[in-house]
């Protein structure tokens, strides 16, 4: 009897871990159009959008951590408003100061942003109580993107990177910048059930 139990215990959890990752990634996210699309590339045009980021010190996983505390404890009311924010979908991520060549997640530093929800403006946002956020308007731009589910440990990240940094050499796409790496599920999520994405700007 015990046994029939903790089986339908473990069966019950699992589905609810199945479905936790995609009821809570059903938010608002980033406006684009696909411009292209060969396989899990894509060339994407966003629109205009406001972003709330912090930047972090400290190793890639950890500053994600603490970025995502700062930034979430603005959303969800410490600011000057004490405004609640809806949540929005991914929590992104990007080198704030240029890592090694070879070594993409390397860097020390770390920008950690979500978008704004399109119902606010800059005028309309509260100001951040927290002098570490900053609200910046970021303008219509073209990236290049590589979606993947699974773990995104630093190393499978380095490596979907120089994936996607192979494909636009092969492509003849010119890109720049840090990779924008991109979240779109909470962390209890099952890895075959998650979005992750790495972005790259690009004139295309």
Known sequence: MLIWVAGATVLVLAGAAIAAGPL????????????????DYE??????????????????RPAIEEG???????????????AKIAMTAPVQQQAATPPAAGNETGSDRWSVSFVMPSSWSLESLPPPADSRIKLTSVP????????????????????????LRDYAQRKGLTVTGAPLLAFYNPPWTLPMLRRNEVMLACSC
């Open 68 to 82: 995502f505390r700062i930034v979430g404890g603005y959303i969800f009311g410490a600011n000057q408003g004490k």
């Open 43 to 60: 060339i994407r045009a966003y629109a205009p959008m406001i972003i709330a980021q912090a930047e972090v010190q400290g190793a890639r």
């Open 140 to 163: 219509a731009q073209r990236m290049l993107a590589l979606t993947f589910s699974g773990s995104y440990s630093d190393g499978i990240l380095a490596e979907k990177t120089r994936e």
């Open 24 to 39: 809570m990634s059903r938010v608002e996210q980033p406006k684009y159009d696909v411009v292209s699309r060969e396989g």
